[in-house]
């Protein structure tokens, strides 16, 4: 009997060996094919990385370029608004500018602009006092009526501004204080008050004197903050009388210092700050920076990767929108449907049955649309 079995039992021995090689390499093929596949996609991955670093890279350095001449404009001129633009250069920070008052709380241009304002000259011969005589000599002028005489006063004051440079502290609240008595009490031209304040002014040696907003701005940090806050508010009186712009002027004479930032060790063109600033070394020791928004470029990098079907467009949300139902608009809308009331529960042995009190139906408005679909044939009366 064993021996008539024995062949069978081979047989099945030999098929369950056939079956488990069978197995085993199916299994090493779905293996090696799963291995494919996700090398494949890993390859894929790093493409797409790398394609996304170097279009994000392109962009960001396209940005600082765009941003040297709004560099350059800052630097030449404090008029110009320098937020969002970082350069450092000459081991300091030039961008955005960083200044501070002088200390304390005394005035002492206010003084020199009152004085000046009130025709008060210096004793002595060096370029302060005889730029304060020159200015006298313009108040005495306007007090004789003399317009003659305003002119050449006037003009002898430009050109000893662009002959001796005295400390701003001192020359500029001088010069404005004459300039207040002027448009008070003379007749000034108006495109020269405009060039006196705003656009400044070239004789012919060439040399140019900026506007008192500009020059007031650039040297801020020669006065405490209350005589740049007073001189400030002259600058703009004077610069609406004469009809000169005073809008960049006001802002940033309200903008704070800016703080430092510390991007001066950047070796290679990098984001830096949280994704907030990209930063670029310069030629020699100088580094170049813009602002940016990180997450809005990334937004626009994968839009532009979906354009081009490197990324699979967004499945849209299957969840159903919450809408309000059809009878939102009506008085019970905001009424909770009633709920289904508890069981009850059994009564004790020998307590009387209360009658069952019947469940409360839903108001009429805001059952389905379909329980009030008027029948075929139905008239009006019967609804």
Same mark, same amino acid.
């Given at each position: 009997?064993? @021996?008539?079995?024995?062949?069978?039992?081979?047989?099945?021995?030999?098929?369950?060996?056939?079956?488990?090689?069978?197995?085993?390499?199916?299994?090493?093929?779905? =293996?090696?094919?799963?291995?494919?596949?996700?090398?494949?996609?890993?390859?894929?991955?790093?493409?797409?990385?790398?394609?996304?670093?170097?279009?994000?890279?392109?962009?960001?350095?396209?940005?600082?370029?765009?941003?040297?001449?709004?560099?350059?404009?800052?630097?030449?001129?404090?008029?110009?608004? !320098?937020?969002?633009?970082?350069?450092?250069?000459?081991?300091?920070? @030039?961008?955005? /500018? /960083?200044?501070?008052?002088?200390?304390?709380?005394?005035?002492?241009?206010?003084?020199?602009?009152?004085?000046?304002?009130?025709?008060?000259?210096?004793?002595?011969?060096?370029?302060?006092?005889?730029?304060? =005589?020159?200015?006298?000599?313009?108040?005495?002028?306007?007090?004789?009526?003399?317009?003659?005489?305003?002119?050449? $006063?006037? &003009?002898?004051?430009? @050109?000893?501004?662009? %002959? +001796?440079?005295?400390?701003?502290? +001192?020359?500029?609240?001088?010069?404005?204080?004459?300039? !207040?008595? +002027?448009?008070?009490?003379?007749?000034? !031209?108006?495109?020269?008050?405009?060039?006196?304040?705003?656009?400044?002014?070239?004789?012919?040696?060439?040399?140019?004197?900026?506007?008192?907003? /500009?020059?007031?701005?650039?040297?801020?940090?020669?006065?405490?903050?209350? !005589?740049?806050?007073?001189? #400030? &508010? %002259?600058?703009?009186?004077?610069?609406?009388?004469? =009809?000169?712009?005073?809008? $960049? +002027?006001?802002?940033?004479?309200?903008?704070?210092?800016?703080?430092?930032?510390?991007?001066?060790?950047?070796?290679?063109?990098?984001?830096?700050?949280?994704?907030?600033?990209?930063? $670029?070394?310069?030629?020699?020791?100088? %580094?170049?920076?813009? #602002?940016?928004?990180?997450? @809005?470029?990334?937004?626009?990098?994968?839009?532009?990767?979906?354009?081009?079907?490197?990324?699979?467009?967004?499945?849209?949300?299957?969840? %159903?929108?919450?809408?309000?139902?059809?009878?939102?608009?009506?008085?019970?809308?905001?009424?909770?449907?009633?709920?289904?009331?508890? #069981?009850?529960?059994?009564?004790?042995?020998?307590?009387?049955?209360?009658?069952?009190?019947?469940?409360?139906?839903?108001?009429?408005?805001?059952?389905?649309?379909?329980?009030?679909? /008027?029948?075929? =044939? #139905?008239?009006?009366?019967?609804?």
């Amino acid at each position: 009997m064993r @021996a008539r079995l024995l062949p069978t039992v081979v047989a099945l021995g030999l098929a369950l060996a056939a079956l488990g090689v069978g197995l085993w390499s199916l299994q090493r093929i779905f =293996g090696r094919e799963r291995a494919d596949a996700e090398a494949a996609v890993e390859a894929r991955r790093l493409l797409l990385e790398q394609y996304a670093l170097t279009s994000l890279a392109g962009t960001l350095a396209g940005r600082l370029e765009a941003s040297a001449g709004d560099r350059a404009a800052a630097l030449a001129d404090p008029l110009v608004g !320098d937020d969002g633009l970082y350069l450092w250069r000459e081991g300091a920070q @030039a961008l955005p /500018r /960083r200044w501070a008052y002088a200390p304390g709380d005394a005035t002492p241009a206010e003084a020199v602009f009152r004085a000046a304002r009130a025709g008060e000259g210096r004793s002595g011969e060096d370029p302060r006092a005889e730029r304060a =005589g020159l200015a006298a000599e313009i108040v005495a002028a306007l007090v004789a009526g003399d317009d003659a005489a305003v002119e050449r $006063a006037m &003009r002898g004051l430009l @050109a000893h501004r662009a %002959r +001796f440079r005295l400390d701003a502290a +001192f020359d500029l609240p001088l010069t404005l204080g004459v300039l !207040d008595r +002027f448009l008070a009490d003379g007749r000034p !031209d108006p495109g020269l008050m405009r060039a006196l304040l705003h656009d400044g002014l070239t004789d012919r040696q060439g040399t140019h004197l900026d506007g008192l907003q /500009r020059a007031l701005l650039a040297r801020r940090d020669a006065f405490t903050a209350a !005589d740049f806050d007073f001189l #400030a &508010r %002259r600058v703009v009186a004077q610069s609406v009388v004469a =009809g000169a712009p005073t809008d $960049a +002027f006001e802002a940033r004479a309200a903008a704070a210092p800016a703080a430092g930032l510390p991007f001066a060790d950047v070796d290679a063109p990098s984001l830096v700050a949280g994704g907030a600033w990209y930063v $670029a070394p310069q030629e020699g020791e100088a %580094r170049a920076g813009v #602002a940016v928004a990180l997450p @809005a470029l990334l937004a626009e990098l994968t839009a532009e990767m979906r354009g081009r079907g490197l990324l699979a467009p967004t499945t849209p949300s299957r969840r %159903r929108p919450s809408s309000a139902p059809p009878c939102a608009a009506s008085p019970c809308a905001s009424a909770r449907p009633p709920s289904r009331p508890p #069981a009850p529960r059994p009564p004790a042995p020998g307590a009387p049955r209360r009658p069952s009190t019947p469940p409360a139906r839903p108001s009429r408005c805001c059952w389905p649309a379909s329980r009030w679909a /008027r029948r075929p =044939g #139905a008239s009006a009366s019967s609804s």
